[in-house]
């Protein structure tokens, strides 16, 4: 009576198989997609060593940042004239433009501070 395994598998304990046609259109494919494969996984651990090294970055971390940094500078340009406006009334051409300038540099001073905080 055969047990609950089943008995022998067909060709249990023969030797295996060699290829016989090395040089046929199969080897030939097979080369190729094994070479494809060498060179994707050589680019892998490429990019992994530049990652861990510092030299490669997340794409969406670098976005990101951009994002950020780009809301900070639009925000804090706009928000001049609403922090001139009462105070160039009545000045002189060359005193508008002092305070233009005055504030221009403050305001992108603040924008270089926050970034750098941000990072």
């Known amino acids: 009576m055969a047990d609950a395994r089943g008995g022998a598998r067909v060709g249990a ?3 295996p198989r060699t290829v016989t046609d090395a040089t046929g259109e199969a080897y ?3 080369s190729k997609a094994r070479a494809k494969k060498e060179t994707h996984n050589a680019r892998i651990a490429e990019m992994e060593e530049r990652k861990i ?3 490669l970055l997340d794409r969406r971390s670098v976005e990101q940042d951009a994002d950020m940094a780009a809301r900070t500078v639009k925000n804090s340009l706009l ?3 609403e922090r001139l406006a009462s105070i160039l009334v009545g ?3 060359k005193e508008i ?7 221009i ?5 603040g924008i270089s501070d926050e970034l750098d905080t941000a990072n």
């Open 13 to 15: 304990g023969a030797k």
């Open 28 to 30: 030939v494919l097979y």
């Open 53 to 55: 090294s510092g030299d």
């Open 79 to 81: 928000g001049i004239p």
């Open 91 to 93: 000045r002189t051409e």
């Open 97 to 103: 433009l002092q305070e233009l300038r005055k504030e």
């Open 105 to 109: 540099s403050i305001t992108l001073k």
